[in-house]
């Protein structure tokens, strides 16, 4: 598939048909995205392949308490539907460390501060991996969706998986084989987005 039709034609896939992925497969869509930018190449990612419907249904389970318990109401399906697909990657972000960090912290905390939490490159750089992620995946003909919301329950997600600080959840992708939706939501108009500085 074309790059440019690869980034047009992706969209988040919350339906999944109940076939079992590859392995393989799975492996070879997070190797060709270790080839995406991170700050300095940190490459500060790490992902658990999650195939086990125990864990996943623990993982849902701990979304849907937190969920009521914060709300008072029953989670949406938005939240929770990660245990229907056939595999879930959890992506983590390991410890960011840039060359100047301790050369800015000392020199000018609040800079630091602002560079490390603001602008954060070490979260920029896994989200370009999740994106990579998401493209590879489209283009091997699968589905799936990058979920932010289950992360209500990230300290409870991150003890049934074993992620132990500093290390952090910052996301869980469902993938299958994907129930297609009829439309892809629509974009911002590119006027609206940019601005020329000559």
Not at 19 to 34: G, M, Y
């Amino acid at each position: 598939m074309d790059i440019i039709e690869a980034v047009k034609t992706r969209k988040s896939i919350r339906k999944f048909k109940q076939e079992d992925l590859d392995l393989d497969q799975i492996k070879k869509i997070i190797e060709v995205s270790i080839n995406s930018p991170s700050g300095g190449n940190a490459q500060n990612w790490f992902v658990y392949i999650i195939k086990n419907k125990d864990i996943l249904d623990r993982m849902r389970n701990e979304v849907e308490t937190v969920y009521e318990k914060i709300t008072g109401k029953s989670a949406p399906g938005v939240y929770a539907f990660f245990n229907e697909a056939p595999v879930v990657l959890a992506v983590v972000q390991k410890p960011y460390i840039g060359a100047l960090d301790a050369v800015i912290e000392k020199a000018d905390a609040n800079r630091n501060y602002d560079r490390k939490f603001i602008v954060n490159p070490g979260l920029q750089g896994v989200s370009s991996f999740i994106t990579h992620i998401l493209l590879v995946v489209h283009n091997e003909g699968l589905g799936a969706c990058w979920m932010t919301g289950p992360l209500i329950a990230k300290p409870e997600i991150e003890k049934i998986l074993g992620v132990k600080s500093p290390d952090n959840l910052v996301a869980l992708i469902p993938i299958g084989k994907p129930v297609e939706r009829q439309s892809k939501s629509s974009r911002t108009d590119i006027e609206e987005v940019i601005k020329i500085i000559e």
